[in-house]
Every structure is written in structure tokens, then in C-alpha cells.
């Protein structure tokens, strides 16, 4: 699990634009694009990147932020595909799916993130 408030990270988006290209993919920067406040959803798929770290019981650096992708089915579910790096460690871990949950409030975005072998 992860937790993340939402104007801290907005602030950093902000004082920092490039950042959202090394955390984000083009799919998620754009899905979140569609919104008036794009924060909210990109503080919620941060947060699920760094679930998916903690459960992989990895680190900062150990993959990409990118290489962790938050997608949604038609349904609206999110759910994560990961790319390289990632990819390769929940592989030799043994991660066959993930169980994935996001939500916000007003001033926190969450996520849950469940490695399933």
C-alpha cells in the first residue's frame, strides 16, 4: 500500500514538468490529461507503483517507474502491466497477476497492490 498527498505532489509536478515523463508512460500522462486536475490520477498510479515496489519487496531504483504501467480494462478496473526491469523481477519472483486498487480523496491518493504467484 501506498499513500500520497495529492498538493505536495502537484507542487512537485509543477516546480518540476519533466518529472511526469520519468514517472509516468504516455498512456497514463495522456488518461490523465482528460481530467480538469490531472493530480489526483497521477498521484493515485504514483502511488500504485510504489505498492507494486513494496510488495515486490524492492526498492526505490530497482525498476523504472515507467517500466510499472497503470492501466484501465473497459470496465474502468485498473490493473498493472509492467514493462523491462519490472517486468523481469516479478518474473524471477515468481508474480504471475496483480490485484490493484486506487482511490483519492480531496488531499490523498492510495493504492493497494497485490503480487499473486
Known amino acids: 500500500m501506498d499513500l500520497v498527498d495529492i498538493e ?9 514538468p519533466r518529472m511526469g515523463e520519468r514517472l509516468f508512460t504516455e498512456g497514463e500522462r495522456a488518461y490523465a490529461a482528460g481530467f480538469a486536475d490531472p493530480a489526483p490520477s497521477l498521484a493515485a ?35 498493472l502491466r509492467l514493462h523491462g526491469r519490472a517486468a523481469e523481477l516479478a518474473e524471477k519472483l515468481g508474480v504471475r497477476s496483480w490485484l490493484l486498487s ?9 493504492a493497494v497492490a497485490i503480487a499473486m504467484s
Open 45 to 79: 498510479r504514483f502511488a500504485a507503483k510504489e505498492a507494486a515496489m513494496k510488495a515486490m519487496g524492492v526498492g526505490l531504483g530497482a525498476f523504472s517507474f515507467t517500466d510499472a504501467e497503470v492501466c484501465r480494462r473497459g470496465s474502468g478496473q485498473p490493473f
Open 8 to 16: 505536495r505532489f502537484a507542487k512537485v509536478l509543477q516546480r518540476r
Open 102 to 110: 486506487l482511490t483519492h480523496s480531496g488531499t490523498s491518493a492510495a
